[in-house]
């Protein structure tokens, strides 16, 4: 394979590989009888002239600090991200005719980072661009090097919210290094999208949030070139957004912008008849500009190799575990300056605002944007930093399918999600997280970590700091009594047992809030003579099904587990999911969570009246025995 | 209580109520130690001119269907709505004094629909003005009434997408019957907005997304009557934003336009100091402007009384599941107009568009827009519309928070999901559904189907459109054997007991794709000698727990779950609930589901690697016999 690097590849050798881009497309989808061979050619212009002629990227070292960042938002148009691979030279032909969207293989239907030149997955519209914001943050603020983040966005999703957040966003940090290509090839799934082709339209709504606007043919190589040329150098902070007019199914007349060809790949005939249109089958393999080495001002820090200096809470103080959260947050930050936190506007109620103070440098304020909030910290993720994104817990439920494609992307999350439960009190339903355990439960990978005091949520919150993929810190609003001394050890995974003995009857399991009233509860069932064990799930996914089975072993079966939110998916489930997996199991169980919707009131109210106080749990335990 | 009602309540009288709503916003926060007086108050001069002079309403009527919609977009501002109340003679002083905030008081921290006058609740921020999207739409193109949707927001929320999304649809629907009124007081909660008053900026961007926009100085009530009566006219089919610059703590200069009191109510003596400034308590009772009656071309319309006529599917033939959603939804629109069908731009794949060719004027578009597309069907479940809204099951996480607060305004929403599980195949995880079921069942009074085949599902649309709550189908992409004839009934909480003896040794259970398994994996038992019970869960929650326990007491205990989603908050999570939850019991659990991340295959290479085939389905139930 002989492979053309230059910085200067002429025009017409970058339409010979758009069309060789196209046929490839073609080729590919083809084959594998499934893909959008119509939504890839209507960028292959696009796409030819960015990756010879500005997209800065060493494709030996994939992840060279100083590369540019490409990413598809409009993940569909696998097609031509693979062909371009083929065409810089790191994918074969064979791989492409043979691979694509097969069993077992890396060429998935959508990207993902299985392949090292995927920095996020996409395939749920709209994330992309919201993804390289938080990739551009890291750029323009943290890494402090000129690479670019090039995003191509598809006409159709710019109708998600989530694209408004981005371009919000990068306006605000003035993140100039941040360009997104629309292809407006004007016709989505279904049918013609909403503006079709009026791009002024959408160049008044990228304009009115913040970004420089290129309009530009999509079909025209000097076009672009000016285009891009113009988009990737500096300007007065504004993200640039290149409104490419383009043709979905562009060079083969057959389908030209034709509706009904979407997400269809051409039968052989039409195969063989489109190629033959194209030229061809072609096989460039040409490089475009590698980046500049490393910027002598390389903010890339690795930690000083200190352990941090956890906060010391006395026993029985009571402190909010929201707050231990930020007090552990701002030691973390001393010993390791990868460590950031983000939030959504609500930093002095998740306590991220002691980080904000603390490391003002190292806080990125994303308003109320949770989609946003979560897309950013995924892409600082991307460059390396470990981004506590917070906000109250219920709200992460609007990040959901964020958090859901974080999983696939394999970075690493560290969400916290403060107020949760029926405990918060006053505020009602619609700040109360109810079914957050069940969500992040239920994502691939995922760490679930619920503390009941403050010294094991900042050893938790350590924790987190070095827990690959998905991982979730669930923060109470109310304070409640230390439980634990000063460097007890709280493995995620691990439990804690707070009360046991050799003739307990009932064991007791409880997380967070529902902790203490499970202390209270075996109190005033030892008072009856009923010795209860009880069982400190900090750890909900995974969790400790040694402890628990033991447990369960030495009690008959009986278990009473009590928590802060909706019955289903979440802390019982999780205890009887491992109860049950260890084998043949006989249990009496007696479930207590919110089973009805919440008002007002105040949180020992509202804990009361969803049968999780001291009593409820007392007198469940008792009906066990009964039974 | 004497109530002045006319539609000429003078600017002087306007002026104040104006006071009387800070000062029972200022009452109502401190009496209940808790609320948010400081952004009631820097909107009360904007609802003390719309309550008087263009709000029609007829307040001892409030579901009369000529009314205007008020939605508090801008939940937290409580203390003015229920102010509000007080003004128009509909709730007490007493009330506000000593219910506001209170356990087992209706007059939550943030309005709910347990309040008459409430449409929707809010207090996640960003979806009032999508929930009035579909009221107005209902408004324009159902009901056809000239009845107004005015919606209170915030400034803070315009940097969630969602409010994009909803402007956009609002355009595109040419609903001039929408205003959304926007309280630019320029403090969030921990610090400045992001455009703090620069209402320029925000001009730019309403324009620009559609909508009129009217600027006005939120404290001059003579320039608010001037806007609100021009945004009241019809124009030429835009929605309409007043963006009023305001100031926080408006009326009360110790906290006006100061930051750190947010959320915050003041103390006795501040409070006292507040109602000083304002003039002291009032009681006036003002009603402005009444609707017009019901116009003569009334669309709203009841249903004829014929039952639907479900399509007929043969027995083994192959259907896929989506496929007769969209067959029985127009089967169910035939015999109601008031079903309606809304999709986010994939309607040729989840088969609403049957629907859409069916009924073209009762289907929405509402693009890729997730959350609108829930929010919109929000607003047309409080208008009495029986809409269905569909997507990939996977992009229904993108909505998430829009069903958590559907739960909490206690809407009917029905939605549907196709593209379940890895069953999906080539076009990998992105667009799998994995954490589908998980989600939708930790919805407070949600109902969860998933059934395998297409008679199942027919019945099964059915019963959602009088299905109230939420309620959720999850279809499936390939087509598989019909199993059940015309005229079985499938009712919600059911279950299909479909081979069974009074040998069975094992007990298998399956919903959706997996059930087709679990009936070939039964005659591979069969082969070997072992007779196993197989359960078609076609309905998730309510789940049929009488069956399930009385098939597990039968087969000593022994049971497989098979399901196409992640392991976590299931099907098998429904399952061991409602054993669990039928007393002390005794299992022996084989829980099969998708424990890897899925990249790209065919259908059955997908379902084969995860374990959730016929062969895996029969090992499992042989190694729970072997134990």
């Given at each position: 394979m002989t492979i053309t690097q230059t910085s200067q590849i002429d025009l017409d050798t970058v339409a010979e590989l758009a069309a060789q881009l196209r046929v490839d497309s073609i080729r590919s989808s083809t084959s594998a009888g499934s893909g959008h061979p119509t939504s890839s050619m209507s960028a292959a212009d696009l796409l030819a002239v960015l990756v010879t002629?500005?997209?800065?990227?060493d494709w030996d070292a994939?992840?060279?600090?100083g590369n540019d960042h490409l990413i598809?938002?409009?993940?569909?148009?696998s097609p031509l991200l693979y062909s371009v691979y083929k065409a810089v030279g790191v994918v074969s032909d064979d791989e492409l005719m043979n691979g694509?969207?097969?069993?077992?293989?890396?060429?998935?239907g959508h990207p993902t980072?299985?392949?090292?030149?995927?920095?996020v997955a996409t395939g749920?519209?709209?994330q992309g661009l919201p993804d390289g914001v938080g990739i551009a943050l890291a750029g323009k603020y943290?890494?402090?090097?000129p690479y670019r983040t090039w995003v191509l966005c598809g006409d159709?999703?710019?109708?998600?919210?989530s694209i408004w957040e981005a371009l919000d966003k990068a306006a605000h940090y003035e993140l100039s290094n941040l360009i997104a290509i629309v292809d407006?090839?004007?016709?989505g799934q279904s049918g013609p999208?909403?503006?079709?082709?009026d791009l002024d339209a959408y160049a008044r709504r990228a304009e009115a949030f913040g970004a420089r606007v290129l309009v530009v043919d999509g079909h025209d190589l000097s076009a672009i070139d000016d285009a891009l040329g113009t988009a990737a150098e500096p300007n007065d902070g504004r993200p640039t957004v290149v409104l490419a007019k383009t043709v979905k199914g562009?060079?083969?007349?057959?389908?030209?912008?034709?509706?009904?060809?979407?997400?269809k790949p051409f039968p052989d005939d039409m195969a063989d008849r489109a190629i033959a249109e194209l030229g061809g089958i072609r096989d460039l393999v040409l490089r475009g500009p590698r980046p500049e080495p490393?910027?002598?001002?390389?903010?890339t820090t690795e930690p000083a190799g200190v352990a941090a200096t956890l906060p010391h809470y006395a026993l029985s103080d009571e402190v909010a575990t929201r707050k231990a959260y930020g007090d552990a947050l701002v030691a973390l930050g001393a010993a390791d300056p990868r460590i950031l936190a983000l939030d959504g506007e609500v930093s002095n109620s998740t306590y991220s605002n002691a980080f904000a103070h603390a490391y003002p440098d190292r806080y990125f304020e994303m308003f109320i944007a949770e989609q946003q909030l979560v897309a950013a910290a995924t892409g600082l993720s991307v460059r390396g930093y470990r981004a506590f994104a917070s906000t109250f817990a219920a709200f992460l439920t609007r990040a959901h399918d964020f958090i859901r494609m974080g999983a696939i992307s394999g970075v690493d999350l560290r969400l916290v999600g403060s107020?949760?439960?029926?405990?918060?009190?006053?505020?009602?339903?619609?700040?109360?997280?109810?079914?957050d355990l069940a969500m992040m439960r239920a994502v691939h990978g995922s760490t679930v970590l619920y503390p009941s005091d403050a010294t094991s949520t900042a050893a938790l919150v350590e924790a987190m700091a070095s827990t690959a993929g998905i991982s979730y810190l669930r923060t109470t609003r109310g304070a409640y009594p230390v439980l634990y001394e000063d460097g007890e050890a709280f493995p995620v995974g691990g439990s804690k047992l707070l009360r046991s003995s050799d003739h307990d009857q009932v064991t007791l399991v409880g997380a967070g809030v529902t902790l203490h009233a499970c202390l209270r509860a075996a109190e005033i069932l030892a008072d009856g003579g009923v010795a209860a064990r009880v069982i400190?799930?900090?750890?909900?996914?995974?969790?400790?099904a040694d402890t628990l089975i033991a447990a369960v072993g030495a009690t008959s079966g009986r278990i009473v587990v009590a928590e802060?939110?909706?019955?289903?998916?979440g802390l019982a489930s999780a205890v009887t999911d491992a109860l049950l997996a260890g084998g043949p199991t006989s249990l009496s169980l007696a479930h207590l969570a919110v089973r009805d919707m919440p008002g007002s009131g105040s949180g020992p109210e509202l804990l009361a009246w969803a049968g999780l106080d001291a009593d409820h749990i007392a007198a469940a335990a008792r009906e066990l025995l009964d039974r």
């Open positions: 002629r500005h997209l800065r990227f994939p992840t060279a600090p598809f938002s409009k993940g569909h148009a694509y969207r097969r069993f077992g293989q890396r060429l998935e980072p299985v392949l090292p030149w995927v920095d749920s519209l709209g943290l890494d402090r090097q159709s999703e710019l109708a998600e919210g407006v090839n004007r016709l999208t909403e503006l079709g082709w562009s060079g083969f007349s057959e389908v030209e912008d034709k509706p009904d060809w979407h997400g490393a910027s002598a001002d390389d903010a107020h949760a439960g029926v405990e918060i009190g006053a505020d009602g339903p619609s700040q109360m997280a109810l079914e400190d799930c900090y750890s909900v996914k995974p969790i400790d802060d939110h909706h019955p289903e998916g």
